[in-house]
């Protein structure tokens, strides 16, 4: 019997079995930044370890940084703080650091990526739950406490339990104006936001093998959201393809070795799966959220669902619980939902495609009177392309502020925030209560198109008619 | 680090599915380099209305659940952001234990390693002690690791949790760091074994 790419990477990666019978895993890389480290870096100080691996660690800054005066010191003193102590650490334990300066600098789920850090086969762990976001090379990524996080530094190990694995097909073409975020949304509403606790989730099918590397991320970036920890697409010629030149990939002869590799990393054809669903592209539509949970999603063509109509009292309750934060009424169509702040950004969609993807509809268009809206680059890199593309050009004239690279409206921890009721037209990955900066702010998910379609509408609007999309 | 075999104390309910981080810390308490003032902002949006800043009616705010050590969930407990922020808080306020229909698995990890048990009831033996607390604020819940039970009145029930945290637990080795250190060889071996490192 074959096996899948889950076992073989956790396999090539156990180091033995500890005394409560959990694996002792090998992190090949471990990604941090200022948020979930600074206390890890505590313990080793206070212990007086050093890191083990320090060339296996590689550190940015995101969740803190303003995106719009980023001088030096910043405005907040608790973000200079933090921005300092990473500074400090990275320093004094010899880990390699993109900071503000260095051009390289972006959501850490984006950095990993495009420096060719994220590499199939691997072991990746982050302090961070959208690690599986770099299961998209066919590496087993996943988020880590910060405990961990100081085990990770100290032995490049950590205590990990198998999970089983479940492979999502999803076959066929998606239809014009459905994006990789609409798969995502689509899966979580189908399986639930806890459907993948104790899973893998393997992507494939047609769909994730035509994919770019983009479209398969934003996917991975949210098996968390239905509970799976990690995510990943068996390694094919377009991972190859999207790695080839990187900083940080193998080159030369050492480059042909890896790929061997890599190959026979991805999942036996006779391998068995705890699970399979299967999922056909075409029964997929632009998928917006109504509640508080990213598993609470309609179609934006759908009517907002009627508590009194849920098919458990469990449900009953937590849907109107959800319509009440939203403030939306029951059985009522979504499309025309006013909003009051469009986000393009994150680490589910702020990268090179979604802002190209985006502005290609966006061009000509004005955001309507009254909306702010916000184009927020997941990384200095994908800034200075989307600049030289003139792409920002196209946000600014539509009335969108261009901002630079970092986490942003995504969560609650810079500048940028939703004020009051606020609700938010979010590229982003969660819609819990208050995540987006105001305990009574309120966040509904779509695609990077479906955001300027918003924006330009000042309600929730279907892109495939705003935009003339055939 | 001492077994943790038993834990006892006073419960509260903290209702509902999908408890994510973000409820139990808001990101906004979490621009620190330490953990060590996160009592402060756990559960802040429950406990205080953002229209008016005054304290909820929430159970968390009610004087008589003040000496709770035990916290009452539903399904899905912990989900979302992996922050550690969030059982640390829970922590650094007092609480030793918590008992739910499920939880996240980030959230359950970094709750077992920190030496906070994380055990698992069904809905409806969760309701009756959550019905039995709203009532008798000051009884005693108590959960038994090595029976795998728990017990308050004169009720006792199941209780659930993975076999590795339990043993980790009751053999107080739930700090895993010290025995992952004593493999160093074998960590090399591993390392050397793999292609990119
Ligand atoms: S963009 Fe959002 S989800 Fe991604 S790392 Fe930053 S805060 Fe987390």
Redesign the interface.
Known sequence: MGKTLYEKVWD?????T?????T?L?I?THLIHE??S??AF?MLRDKG?KV??PH?TFATVD??VPTDNQASPLA?P??E??IQ?IRKNTEEFGVTYFDLASGKQGVVHIVGPEQGIT?P??TIAC???H?ATHGAFGAIAF??????V??VL??????M?KLKVRKIIVNGELRPGVYAKDVSLHIIRLLG??GG??YAYEYAGSTFDNFTMEERMTVCNMA?EG?A?CGYVNPDQITFDYLEGRPYSPTGAEWD??VE?WKAFASDADAEYADVVEINAADIEPTVTWGV?PDQGISIGETIPDPANAKTE?DR??FQ?ALDYMKLPAGAPIKGTKIDVAFLGSCTNGRLSDFREAAKYLKGHKVADGIKAIAVPGSQITAIQCEKEGIDKIFTDAGFEWRAAGCSMC???NPDKLIGDQICASSSN?N????Q????GRTVLMSPVMVVAAAVKGELADAREVFNVA | MSAITKVSGKAVTVA???I?T??II???F??????DDLAEGMF??VK?N??TGELTEHPLNDPKHAEASIIIS???FG???????A?QSIYRSGFRAIIAE?F???FY??ST??GMPCVCGS?ADLAALSEYIDENPTAEVTFDLEALQASYGDVTFPITM????R??LI?G?F???A???E??D??EA??E?????
């Open positions: 090539a990666h156990s180091v033995g500890l005394a409560d019978g959990r002792q090998f090949g948020v979930t600074p206390q505590g370890i083990k691996y296996r969740h803190i907040d608790l973000a703080k933090m102590e590499q086969g691997t302090g961070d739950s690690t988020g880590i406490g910060t405990t961990q100081r085990d100290a032995t490049q190990t950590m205590t339990e936001a806890k606790i104790g968390i509970g920890r070795k890896a590799g949970s469990a309750v937590s619980d969560l609650a921890m969660r819990f209560k208050g995540r900066g105001s305990s009574i | 509902g599915n999908d994510d973000d409820r808001p990101a906004k979490m621009k620190c380099v330490t953990f802040y949006d205080v953002p229209n539903g399904e899905n989900c979302g952001s992996s922050r550690e922020h059982p499920s996240a698995e980030i990890g970094n390693t920190l809905a993975p076999e590795s945290a043993s980790s053999s080795k700090d895993p760091l025995e992952l250190m493999n160093m074998k960590i591993t390392a074994a793999l292609p990119y490192i």
